[in-house]
């Protein structure tokens, strides 16, 4: 098992925000009226925290080489919806680093899940990522 794992790679805040919500809504083609009358967020919102997120610092802080790095999976379990007005602070952590043979040599693959907890400290979501990093050529 590699040191790495338990480790917290970033914190990042993020409010569900009105204007927000509308723009994922447009930007996916989100039909349910739900969206605008009650305010509930579309799936995949907390997607925008990696604009807040120093993704290149995380990498190298990880001992990955940027350019040979490929998204295998994200995923997301819920606990609840998101709605309007939530504060979500996400902590992420490395859950699983392996290697595992490929056609073209040794692939480390870095799980990384995020927490989103809301005020009162209850994860909402649950988002896993692995981090493929491709053999040096």
Avoid: C, F, N
Wanted: charged letters at 25%; zero cysteines; glycine letters at 10%.
């Amino acid at each position: 098992m590699s040191e790495l794992v338990g480790t917290t790679v970033d914190v990042v805040e993020l409010d569900v925000e009105r204007g927000k919500v509308l723009e994922m809504v447009r930007a996916t083609h989100a039909l349910d009226p739900a969206h605008i009358k009650r305010g509930l967020a579309t799936a995949t919102h907390v997607v925008v925290a990696g604009h807040h997120r120093d993704q290149r610092g995380v990498v190298e802080g990880l001992g990955l080489e940027l350019a040979r790095i490929v998204v295998g999976s994200v995923g997301w379990t819920y606990a609840r919806p998101l709605v309007v007005g939530d504060h979500l602070v996400g902590t992420r952590r490395v859950v699983a680093d392996d290697t595992r043979e490929g056609s073209g040599g040794t692939l480390r693959l870095v799980t990384l899940e995020t927490a989103w907890t809301d005020l009162r400290g209850q994860v909402v979501v649950t988002q896993r990522e692995v981090l493929v990093e491709r053999p040096a050529r």
